[in-house]
C-alpha cells in the first residue's frame, strides 16, 4: 500500500538528516549584515520570526565567500571564523524554533554590485549583463577559479563549525555559477567552457570540495535554475544534464528555481502555460521531467505557490519532494504554520511595479526596473522585521526607491572612508548617490524611452569608447544642442567613466533627435558652469529647477564641447 505523502510528513535525506516537514523557507536576500559584513541582533531578531513560523528547513540569504565582491553592500561574509559567535547567535536562533537552518552560499560574479566592488567584477568570460549601467567583467583566470571553488569549501566548513545543519551552494538566478553553466555567459575555450559537460565542471568542482571540507551528517544542497529564460542560453535540456551529473555527487537536496537578473522569471514574470497557472508554481512541471535523472536525490520546488491545495497536491502528486516559499514568507513570517493548519489557506503576495504607460511596461528594462524595485521592496520588509517591527504591504514604492538609493549609494561606502577628510566624504557621498542614481533610475528610464520611441534634447544618449575595453560604452546624458555641436556637463570632473573615456579617445557620437552625430569632445575648463547647465533647460521657466538638480548632485562639474564632424 503506498504510503500518502503530506505537507507535515517529515522527510530523509540521503545525509541522514530529517526535515520535520515538507516547507521550507527559502533563501531571501536580506541586506542586513554589519559594517564588516557580519550578522548582528537584526538577523537574530529577523530569524525568530521564521523559527516560529514550524518550517521544515530554513534557508538563510545568500551569503558571499569574497568580500571582495559582493551582491549588494548588506550582504554577510563568510570568509573565516573571526565573527564566528556572531554566526553561531544566527545559527541558534532559527534552531531555537525547532527548524534545521542551512546557510546559502554565493559568488555573483559579473552580477556583483559594481559600486561594492573594488575593480572591475569577475566572470567566466568578459561578456556584459544586458542591464544598463553595469559594467563588462574580466575574465578570471584558472588560479582564480580554483581559489573560489576553495572559498566555498572554506566558508562551508565554517558554517558547520558555527553550527549550521547545512549549505546551500547558489547556482541560479544568473550569479556566478549559473554564469558557468550558461552558453551565453560563459565563451571559454578551455576546460571551464564549451561542452556542457566542461561548463558544468565548475559547480561539480564545487560540489567535490565543499563535501569533503564537512562532516557526513552535514546537509549539502544546491539551488540550480530550469532554465535561465534566455535565447541561447542555459536550456531546460542542459539543465537535465547537469541535474543528472549533480545527482551523482554526494547532493542532498536539489532546489529548482529560474532566471536571472536580464530574464527575472524568480521574480514572479515568467510566462507561463494555463496549467501552470492552475498548478500555482512556475517550474513545477520541469521538476517532474527530472524526477528520473534525479535518481534518490529529493527535490524542492520554489516560485509561485500560494495556496495550501496547490502545495499538498504537489507533495501528494510526487512532483517535488519540499515545497519552497520566499516572497510569501516577507509578508507572513509564519507561512508554513498557517499553511499546514488550514487547508483553505492563502498566502498573501504582493508585486510592486512602476506606474508608466503601458506602451513603456513591456520593455526590458522598466522590466529589470520592476524588478530591482520589487526585490527591494521585499528587502525593506525584512528590515522592518529586523528593526523588531512588522511588515508594512502598504508601503510606498517610492520610499522604497529612496531606501534603496541610500542603502546602495551611501551606506555601504561609510565604514571605507574612516581616512578622508569631511569635505573629501562629502565628495565621496555625493559621487556614489550621483552614480547610483544614473545606473540604477536615470540609466533604465533614459533607455526604455528611447526605445518606444520617446527623445528629447535634454535627456540623450553619448557613446564613447571605454578605455580599457575598446568597447563602445553608451550612457544617457544632458545636453544643449547648437548648429555647430553640443554642450555636456561632466558632473564629476573626470572621475566619471565616460569622462576618462574622452580624455583617453576624444572621438564621440551623440544622439540628436532620432540621429546619431559624429563629434570630438574637449573638456572646457574655464567655461562657467553655473551658467552653462541653465541653458540645458528645455524651456527658460525650467532653468533655475534644472541648475538646482545639477548642484545637488555635482561635486567638481567641468564642461564638455562636443564639436560635429559630420557636417
Given at each position: 500500500m503506498t504510503k500518502t505523502v503530506s505537507l507535515s510528513t517529515p522527510l530523509d535525506l540521503p545525509c541522514g538528516q530529517i526535515l520535520p516537514n515538507r516547507i521550507m523557507k527559502s533563501a531571501l536576500s536580506e541586506g542586513?549584515?554589519?559594517?564588516?559584513?557580519?550578522?548582528?541582533?537584526?538577523?537574530?531578531?529577523?530569524?525568530?520570526?521564521?523559527?516560529?513560523?514550524?518550517y521544515g528547513l530554513i534557508v538563510t540569504g545568500n551569503a558571499m565567500v569574497d568580500r571582495r565582491y559582493l551582491g549588494e553592500p548588506?550582504?554577510?561574509?563568510?570568509e573565516n571564523d573571526s565573527e564566528l559567535d556572531a554566526f553561531q547567535r544566527w545559527a541558534k536562533t532559527a534552531q531555537d524554533g525547532g527548524s534545521p537552518i542551512w546557510m546559502q552560499l554565493n559568488h555573483p560574479g559579473r552580477q556583483a554590485n559594481p559600486i561594492t566592488t573594488d575593480g572591475p567584477t569577475v566572470a567566466p568570460s568578459a561578456v556584459k549583463l544586458d542591464i544598463p549601467g553595469i559594467p563588462t567583467p574580466r575574465e578570471l583566470t584558472d588560479t582564480e577559479i580554483r581559489d573560489i571553488i576553495e572559498r566555498f569549501a572554506v566558508s562551508?566548513?565554517?558554517?558547520?563549525?558555527?553550527?549550521?545543519?547545512?549549505?546551500?551552494?547558489?547556482?541560479?538566478?544568473g550569479y556566478l555559477i549559473s554564469q558557468f553553466l550558461s552558453p551565453l555567459a560563459n565563451k571559454r575555450s578551455d576546460r571551464w567552457g564549451g561542452s556542457t559537460a566542461n561548463r558544468a565542471r565548475f559547480v561539480l568542482e564545487i560540489i567535490r570540495r565543499v563535501r569533503e571540507a564537512v562532516g557526513p551528517g552535514f546537509a549539502v544542497g544546491i539551488k540550480l535554475n530550469s532554465a535561465d529564460f534566455q535565447r541561447g542560453g542555459f536550456s531546460e535540456e542542459e539543465s537535465r544534464t547537469?541535474?543528472?551529473?549533480?545527482?551523482?555527487?554526494?547532493?542532498?537536496?536539489?532546489?529548482?528555481?529560474?532566471?536571472?537578473?536580464?530574464?527575472?522569471?524568480?521574480?514572479?514574470?515568467?510566462?507561463?502555460?494555463?496549467?501552470?497557472?492552475?498548478?500555482?508554481?512556475?517550474?513545477?512541471?520541469?521538476?517532474?521531467?527530472?524526477?528520473?535523472v534525479a535518481a534518490a536525490v529529493p527535490l524542492a520546488?520554489?516560485?509561485?505557490?500560494?495556496?495550501?491545495?496547490?502545495?499538498?497536491?504537489?507533495?501528494?502528486?510526487?512532483?517535488?519532494?519540499?515545497?519552497?516559499?520566499?516572497?510569501?514568507?516577507?509578508?507572513?513570517?509564519?507561512?508554513?504554520?498557517?499553511?499546514?493548519?488550514?487547508?483553505?489557506?492563502?498566502?498573501?503576495?504582493?508585486?510592486?511595479?512602476?506606474?508608466?504607460?503601458?506602451?513603456?511596461?513591456?520593455?526590458?528594462?522598466?522590466?529589470?526596473?520592476?524588478?530591482?524595485?520589487?526585490l527591494q521592496w521585499h528587502t525593506d520588509q525584512l528590515h522592518a522585521m529586523g528593526a523588531g517591527g512588522d511588515p508594512d504591504p502598504h508601503r510606498s514604492l517610492w520610499r522604497t526607491a529612496i531606501t534603496t538609493v541610500r542603502r546602495n549609494g551611501v551606506d555601504a561606502f561609510r565604514s571605507q572612508r574612516g581616512h578622508l577628510g569631511t569635505s573629501d566624504k562629502k565628495a565621496v557621498r555625493k559621487f556614489r548617490i550621483e552614480r547610483a542614481v544614473g545606473r540604477y533610475i536615470a540609466n533604465p528610464v533614459v533607455a526604455s524611452l528611447t526605445r518606444v520611441g520617446i527623445t528629447t534634447s535634454f535627456a540623450t544618449e553619448l557613446e564613447t569608447i571605454g578605455r580599457r575595453t575598446g568597447r563602445r560604452r553608451t550612457v544617457p546624458v544632458s545636453a544643449a544642442f547648437d548648429e555647430t555641436g553640443a554642450w555636456v556637463i561632466s558632473q564629476h570632473g573626470a572621475r566619471s567613466g565616460w569622462a576618462n573615456n574622452i580624455s583617453a579617445n576624444p572621438a564621440v557620437h551623440i544622439k540628436q533627435g532620432r540621429q546619431w552625430r559624429s563629434g570630438t569632445a574637449a573638456f572646457v575648463h574655464d567655461d562657467d558652469v553655473a551658467k552653462r547647465v541653465r541653458t540645458f533647460a528645455p524651456n527658460p521657466v525650467f532653468a533655475s529647477l534644472t541648475a538646482a538638480s545639477f548642484?545637488?548632485?555635482?561635486?567638481d562639474p567641468v564642461s564638455v564641447r562636443i564639436s560635429f564632424t559630420d557636417r
Open positions: 542586513l549584515g554589519t559594517a564588516h559584513h557580519a550578522p548582528d541582533v537584526r538577523l537574530e531578531r529577523l530569524y525568530a520570526r521564521w523559527a516560529a513560523g514550524d548588506g550582504n554577510v561574509v563568510l562551508a566548513g565554517i558554517a558547520e563549525v558555527a553550527g549550521f545543519d547545512g549549505v546551500q551552494i547558489h547556482g541560479a538566478h547537469v541535474v543528472e551529473m549533480i545527482a551523482a555527487e554526494r547532493i542532498d537536496l536539489i532546489e529548482i528555481s529560474g532566471g536571472s537578473y536580464e530574464s527575472p522569471a524568480m521574480m514572479g514574470r515568467p510566462a507561463v502555460s494555463a496549467r501552470t497557472r492552475d498548478r500555482e508554481a512556475y517550474f513545477l512541471d520541469y521538476a517532474e521531467t527530472i524526477r528520473e520546488v520554489t516560485g509561485g505557490f500560494r495556496t495550501h491545495t496547490g502545495m499538498a497536491d504537489a507533495i501528494a502528486s510526487g512532483a517535488c519532494d519540499v515545497v519552497g516559499l520566499g516572497r510569501p514568507t516577507v509578508l507572513a513570517p509564519n507561512a508554513a504554520q498557517g499553511v499546514m493548519a488550514d487547508t483553505s489557506a492563502t498566502l498573501p503576495t504582493t508585486q510592486r511595479s512602476v506606474k508608466l504607460p503601458r506602451r513603456l511596461t513591456g520593455t526590458a528594462q522598466v522590466k529589470a526596473l520592476n524588478g530591482a524595485l520589487d548642484r545637488a548632485l555635482q561635486s
